[in-house]
């Protein structure tokens, strides 16, 4: 099984935040909370958007950003929605987040290479499951991304930090995704393109390792069984390691 990265690694780093996003915002915020007085949504869209912008704006610079770590989404929506003297309950809270999660069909692309390297996986006889840190996506969100990006036929599951309910690198996101497919460790093998988050955690709990960089400087050194600059030769890589 290959565990795959997703900022970085199949789509850029990059997260182009545009003006008319927040429109997009109030939209789905209205939808996910039917039968709250209006005024009373507006002003929960209002501290969301605004709660949120720093977020967003480290996100234009990179999708591995320190506010993501260090104050999950669930607790800015929580805070929001006691502001505004709405129950913060978890269901409110799900529907919240995944109408923040901004669609990126129209102003992201796969980097090159993502599909046919998905492609070569499943034809090499393995199945591909998304295994990222996220803010705002959990599980179905980024489906919805991947079918709108003609990526999902490729893809076998989806294991967000929001669904493992902890960041990489701590384990759970990859121990998640290993129960879901019901394998071992020794089986899989993790692409990404950060040491910290997706290489040492492999490594540690066995797994195999591809260290990509198609949208960052190439490493120094890494710990990776494999280094590849694109995906094409990350598909190379996972051939190779199969014909070990």
């Not at 893809?155 to 121990?175: M, N, Q």
């Not at 993790?190 to 400087?217: F, Q, S, Y």
């Amino acid at each position: 099984m290959a565990l795959i990265d997703v900022g970085g690694t199949l789509w850029p780093n990059s997260w182009p935040i545009r003006r008319e996003d927040a429109v997009g915002r109030r939209l789905r915020i209205r939808a996910a909370m039917p039968g709250v007085e209006a005024a009373a949504v507006e002003a929960l869209a209002d501290d969301l958007i605004e709660s949120s912008r720093p977020g967003d704006e480290a996100r234009t610079i990179s999708t591995e950003n320190r506010v993501s770590i260090n104050s999950p989404a669930e607790i800015l929506i929580g805070g929001c929605l006691s502001r505004s003297g709405l129950p913060a309950d978890a269901e409110s809270i799900r529907r919240l987040r995944r109408a923040m999660s901004i669609p990126v069909s129209d102003r992201m692309k796969p980097l090159p290479g993502a599909i046919e390297l998905l492609a070569e996986i499943h034809r090499l006889g393995m199945r591909n499951v998304i295994a990222s840190n996220t803010y705002w996506r959990d599980a179905e969100s980024y489906w919805e991304d991947f079918r709108l990006l003609g990526m999902a036929e490729h893809i076998d599951g989806v294991i967000t930090s929001v669904d493992a309910g902890r960041l990489k690198p701590h384990p759970a996101v990859f121990e998640t995704a290993m129960r879901w497919a019901g394998v071992g460790a020794e089986q899989c093998v993790v692409i990404g393109n950060r040491e910290e988050n997706d290489i040492t955690p492999a490594l540690a709990l066995g797994m195999r390792a591809i260290l990509v960089h198609p949208d960052d400087p190439a490493p120094a050194s890494s710990g990776a069984d494999a280094v590849a600059a694109d995906l094409w030769q990350c598909a190379k890589a996972v051939r190779d390691m199969l014909d070990r």
